[in-house]
Each structure stands twice: as structure tokens, then as C-alpha cells.
């Protein structure tokens, strides 16, 4: 049966209703909200003056109405320690979004904790610890005592190097300014912690490091450029599901050509026509459809590559620009170095390249015309080039990064308006943290040291290895047996005793065990195996900063209130780091209980703001809450340069003066040979098994799920783990809609549901990735490239049936696109 | 398709640019008389007029009938489905009645025979009339609203009620 709420009316926000910023907890993208909340005991009417929006709502609204909330936008929640009906609903002044809301962003309402409603109703609330063999509610001074003596006396035994840490390092929700400098001041500060990993992948490293070698930072330009661009060439990315608001509300419109009177005023003096677009993906995504359904069938042009060859086609596109002489000769000469060495190297002819790729030559020629032809009236093209996890995890990460950067700097499409080269992103950005050197690089594998047996703690903030990792069934197995251990000895005396405690679960951590601490604002599946769980607020019940996509730097209010003694992680990891200073003291180690003096006596998330932000990012000493708090949710773009009548100033665009950030200031062409299949036994697995098992995300779920599992309306269509299958090998299989199968290979097994996909290539499966139920994970080889990226993306697997989904009868199995002919 | 010419014709104006999307959206909402129905205050949940909306003998199989409901300002559809679907009214289980105002952003949804889905021109999101207008694809963060049918003896439909909250409304039956 459908999920219905039956919900036919929503109480109105009365004129006086407070009004505060809200920037969405989830994707890149960072759409602007507002969090209308009112007294419990209070309403508005249906007349203008009698509500917030000064609208009659009695009568019926329009289309992208501004005074229109969903039930899914609607909670009751405590704030302040009052209770109050709360509306988050998207921001129609956002420059970002224009009032629309994405299937994630818009159900931010029911996703907040409330015990009115008993949505959310799993958050932890109190610290939890193993204690009489289960996890029972604690205080923070006892979970946190407990955390910082195991930590020290692993420390004592093994040095730093015992101590192991997972945490996210992005923005906004679960993340942000705040806590990944309250985090990083913990463990890069306090400690130089250097087996560390973040939360999609096994290193501490960055996923972009060809680009930054080549001195273009991955985020470069400006969301307007997507409407002011002539082509949009897009790389292994699918924005409609993952960056949802960008692509609808500034990349369809320069399809539509409804940007033209734009480009004619910002970009005068050129020859302007409606966008076009070039996509690089195995798959026929939503996105490709919507292209074509907006935009002269003409303008669009999908490139169905063969898995992983993405290199060879990024190398043959600038063989073809400079055998065309359409570079751009005067920008490559007085800002760049390297050119003839890379062109020379990276020479590969369209005709090897279409065999490889398994592209037309026509289609491939026709691309970099799109890319680099000059206009009719002579001006050089704007083309905006954007990549995301079909590139990052797909195939030699290194390379086939600096093959797209050098196809940008070839044609000067970076640092110009309606062009960029960008990473369209996952997370929003929100980086702040003391020097990361003693990392190195490539940095540590941190999941294989883990299945190594080594370290004796591991600090977990808002990581589930159990979803999101590679190789992930040999880790649970791994990774249970060492915490049992631990779980096993701490049972053998009574909690109170905490010296004998200690001895036991130093010695359990020596023979091979492991102890486990969990910082989140849910239960996680790694969780299941920790020892402590401490619960941490999220966005909006704690001031948060972040920047998005476009460097949009923006402040979300604190709206409500965390659930039970939750804190934010910045004070957490305040609270820890004291709490080991204290430990260390007791244990007459003044010189380590030094190393945390005086660093972490933040009170408040904006106190960790000001350390960290204000006094460490690149503009930051312009920046604090109340001025953010004035940009509202259009912020300022970072850098931020100045503050001026009230306003921070910030820079829409890097690289306009044609300065990288290199030492010399001019940007790094790169060698980018084709190598094949980088990781081992990719090859021979693809020659052994009938399936490409192609995953990423899709539009309904956030992340790993840990809202939408709890969330009926997402949990109905997604049960288990869906996987499109191509119809005529579903009939080869004996397989039907909804089908619960198995997914398995040389490295393991895991399951899935099957959904019927017409445009699906025969042979190539989408799965979705690291879903709670069906770990695609699983069936991930180790194998990473020099730096310690993963290659999600190219694996291979057969597929069998084991059964029919629970529930999938009530699913609806229609394709997903949008019929564009009708 | 015939049947609903003026959604069609609205989905497809949506596409020419963000000019005519907001005169389709305004035209949607300002082209109908209003104040069909209209409810007193009721003390928890909304008080749904009966509408009758049509006799069976009206429909053909899989050609949607354009209706309002709960009042001229809220458009919808009734289709005959040919087989019995969840949610499905009648002596063959198999009418349905849904809005066609998208939840997500308003737009008007657009019947597509072939597949027999509620589709938005808008932002493409899709909707499955033979599964109680359960989102198949899109943005909204509901499922569709589906008007509760009756058919009496003579075989004349009516609506008396909705299972979710109409796009653009802050109570299904307004109050003025």
C-alpha cells in the first residue's frame, strides 16, 4: 500500500512566526531554506496580515508558490525548552535554489527529532557504553573518562600511531567549519594522529589531488556559469539526481535557451545561443533524458564510454583541439607550463580512441568541436567542464583528473565567465583544520590497518565503514572479532572497577582486539560493534557554517533543540580533549597533558568557529556569525576579501587573473598516458563475470540512509538495495521486478532488488551504493590507486536469484524517466 | 489524451521558458471560477464536500476525464483503468482519481496512456496511477493525493475525500 500521511491541513505560521537561515543539511549544492517556528499554543489565519507570508491562503496558491509548505516540511519540536511548530521550507530569495526543494532537502521537517510526533525518535540522546554486556545510557563525564583513559593507555603502549580515527571532513550536516576544526584541532593539534581516514573512503587524502597539483582548486567558479556557458561538458556525473537544484534551476534554463537575455548583458559582444551539453557516462541517467527533453535534441550529446576509458577520450579531446588549432595559444604561453610535453604524451588518435572507448569517431569529433570550436563570429567558446564520482572513483583517478584539467587549461576554461573546471561535489565543503603534513602521502590505508590487526582505538565521528567502504565483508568480519574481544573482556569485570577494567581491555586490545567509539546522531552499523556512543547535535540544532559547490559560504541558524544531552562534535571534541589532558595528568604525564592545555575551552559552536574560521581559513578574519548571519542564505562566496557598508565581500570566480596557485603562479599541464585498468585484477574480472556492477547514488536517498531508513516514504520504495537491470537479461536470469537477487564475485556477495531498466545496457548493472540493506561494498576488491583512492566503479559480478523483496509488491516498478515525448 | 487536452497543452507550454511557466502556474489557478464547495471549521480534520463527478458510462478505458475537486480550484483527474488496481473504486475496482497539481511545485501533471502515469513537465518528476499515485520519480516528498471515490447504483462517480495534503493549500478544503 502506498504511503499516504493523511494529512489534509497544516497549522499557519502566524505574522510574528521567527524566521530564521537555514542552509540544507545534505548535498553539495547547499539550497537556502528558512525555519519558520511559532509557539506551540499559537496560529495564524488564512488572511494576509494574519500570517507570515502576508498571503490569503484561502485561496488556492500557484506554482512555485513561496507561501506553500508540504506536511513533509512541518514538525513540532523543542526550542529553547519550549515546544514550537516548526516549518522548513525552501527560500525563494536563494540565489542557489529560487525556492525549489529537492526530495531530500524539502523532508528536512520530518526529519528532525520531535517526541510529539515521534519522528527521529532512534537519535541518541545520552552517551551509551558497554556495560553488563549491552550498551546502557551514561553520563559525558563517565563515557568520556572512559574514552580518554583507553585512549591514553593505548597511546602509552603504542605511541599515536594506536590511536585510529575515521572522520568526515565535509560540510554541512555532519560537518561543517566547527567540527572539523574542533576535530582536526583534537587529532592534527593536541595529537599528530596519522592513521586517519574520512567518511567515503579508506585514506586521508584528497580526491582531486591531479587537479590541485596542477594549481586549480576543484571548485572554481560560479553557479551563474552553468547558465552563461555555450556547452556544459559533463563527466560521470548525474546532476539531476545529485546535485538536483543546480542542474534544474541554473543548468536547464541555458539548455532552454530562457538565459540568452543574460548572456546578451553580462557577455556582450558575442555571438550567444541556447547551451548545449556533452555527457560522458556508461548509463543513460535521468539526467541525459532531461537534457534531451529540454533542449534541442541537437544540443545534447551523450557519450555512452565504455567503463573506466574515460582517460582516452579526455587525452584524444585535446589531440583533436590542438590538431584543430583551436587552443588557446596566448592564455597556454604566459599562464600555464607544460603544454608541448603533455600534448606530446597524451597524443592518442581518434580512431584508437573510439576503439577504446567504444565511442563513434564521429561523436568524439563532434565533442571537441562543442568543446573548443570557435564561435561563428571568431570568440573563443565558453565551456564549462564538470566531473564528479564517475571520474573521482572511477579508473586511474590521478590521471584521468589531470586529463580533464588539462582539456580545460588547453582551451582556457578556467577563470573566465560561463566556463570552469569543476568537481560538481557530494558533501558541502567545510574544511577547516591545522596542518595535515605529518598525513603524508599516499596516506595510510587505514581500513586494510584495521583488518591488520593493528591500533587499539578507533574514534568513529559520523563514519559507517560497514556501509561505505571497499572490501567491506572481510572488514565486518575483521572488524566484529577485534571489538568482541574487547566486548568480551570488559564483561569479565565489573564496570566499576575502572583500573581493572582498563587492564582488561589493554590486554584484550594486545592480543588483537580493538576499542571502539562511535561519535553520531544515530545508531550506526559500525555501531553495533563499538563500545561507546556518543551523540552528537546536528545542523540547525547547533549553529552551523559551510560552503557550498560554488564557495557559497553561508551560516545555518541553530533552530531547535538537540535531543536529550546531544552536543555538537566541536564541543565533544573539545570535551574529549580535555578530558585526555585530565587523564593524562592523573596519570602523571604532565608533558603529553600539556599538548591539550588551553586549546579546547570552547563554550559554544561559535566560539570553535572563531578559533578555527576566523582565525585559520583565507579570509577569515572578515568573518563571524552576525555577519553571516546579515548575508542570509546567499552568503559570500570564499574567498572573502573584505567587509564593507555591512557586507562581506567575497570572489565569485578563482583564477580570473590567470594566477594559479603554484609556486610561480602558473598552472601544471600533465603527462596522462593511458594505462589500462589500474587496479589489479579488474581486468581479468570483467573477463570472468557477466555484469558490469556500475553503482552510485539516486534522487530519494541521502548518503548511506541513516534519515531514510527511518523514513516510510523513502523506506517503500528502497527496501533492499535497488539494482537496474536490463530486461532481456533479467529474462535470461528468470527474473522479475522486484526480485530479491544475489550479487557476487572473486571478493564476496551482497543483494539486491532488481528494477526493471529499459535503457539499461545488456551486461551493465546500477546498483545503489552503500545502502544499509545490500552493501555493494561487498563485492569491491581492495585495490586503490597510488594515493589511496578507491575504484568504486569498475567491478564486475554475476547475479542469481534468491528470492522476491519483502514489500516490493506494493513498489511500483515504472521507468524512472520522464516521457518525453508526451 | 484527448480527454485532458488542457493539461496536455499546459505541460507542454511549461517547457517554452520561465516566462510561460509562471503564466501557466498563474492560469491554472486564475482561469477557473472558484468557491465550488466550501466547508465550516471543523475541530481536527477537514470536512470534504460530495462531488459527483461523472457516470461510469462517461469513461473509456485508459482516456483520463479532467475534474476539480474539492472545488473548481483544485483540477484533477478520473481514469477508468481496465483492471483493478489498490485504492480502485467501483464494480470492477479500477477508478481512480487523483490531483493534478504536482506537490512538489504545482505544475500540472500530464496523463501518459502508455504507461499510465501523472508525469511534470516541470521537473519530471512521475507518479503511477495504479499504485495510489505512488512517486515513481521526482522531487516531491509526498506521494500524489488521491480523491476517495464512491459510485452509486446508477453507476454516478463522486469524490468525498482526499488522502493528502493538495499542492498550494494549507487545508485541503479551503477556508474563506
Known sequence: MTYKRGIDQLPIPPKDARVQNVVCDFCIVGCGYKAISWPIDRQGGARPDQNV???DLAQQQGAESASWYSPSMYNVVSQNGKLVHLVIKPDKACEVNGGLSSV??????ETRVSEQTGTMQARLGHPMVWRYSQMMPTSWEDSLALVADVTRRVIEEMGEDGVIVSAFDHGGAAGGYENTWGTGKLYFDAMKVKNIRIH???????EVHASRDMGVGELNNCYEDAELADTIFVVGANPLENQTNYFLAHWVPNLRGDTLDKKRQLLAGEAHAAGRIIIVDPRRTVSVNACETVADRNNVLHLAINPGTDLVLLNALLTEVVARGWHAKDFIAQHTKGFDEA??????????????????????RKAAQWIAEPKADGKRRRTMMAYEKGLIWGNDNYRTNAAMVNLALATHSIGR?????VRLGGHQEGYVRPSDAHVGRPAAYVDQLLIGGQG????????????STLNAEEFRRVYRRRTNMVKEAMDSVPYGDRAAQLEQIVAAIKRGGLFSVVVDILPTQIGEAAHVWLPAATAGEMNLTSMNGERRLRLTERYMDPPGEAMPDALIAARLGNAMEESFRRAGNETYAAQFKGKFGWKTEEDAFMDGYNQNAEGGRFVTYERLRAMGTNGVHEPVVGFENGRLIGTKRLYTDGKFKTDDGRAKFMKTEWRGLEVAGRAQQKEKYAFLINNGRNNLVWQNAFYDVHTPFVRERMPIAPIEMNPGDMAKLGLAAGDLVEVYNDVGSTQAMVYPTPTAKPGQAFMLFIAPTGQVGNVISKGTNEFMIPNYKNVWANIRRIGHTPGAEGMSFKSIEYPKDL | MKECPKLVELGRRQFLGRGALAAAGAAAVTAVPSGAARAALPAARVDYPTSRLANIKDLKVNEPMPIHYPDMDSPGVLVKLGARVPGGAGPDGDLVAYSTLCPHKGYPLAYDAKDRTLNCPGHFSRFDCEKEGQQVWGHATQNLPMFRLTVDAKGDISAVGADELIYGRTRNVLQG
Open chain 1, 53 to 55: 507570508f502576508g498571503e
Open chain 1, 104 to 109: 531530500r532537502g524539502g523532508r528536512m521537517g
Open chain 1, 200 to 206: 567515503n573512503r579508506p585514506a586521508y587524502n584528497s
Open chain 1, 343 to 364: 600534448a606530446t604524451a597524451n597524443k592518442v588518435s581518434i580512431d584508437d580512441a573510439a576503439s577504446i572507448t567504444g565511442l563513434p569517431a564521429a561523436d568524439i
Open chain 1, 417 to 421: 565567465e560561463g566556463t570552469g573546471c
Open chain 1, 456 to 467: 587499539g582505538v578507533h574514534h568513529i565521528w559520523a563514519v559507517d565503514h560497514f556501509k
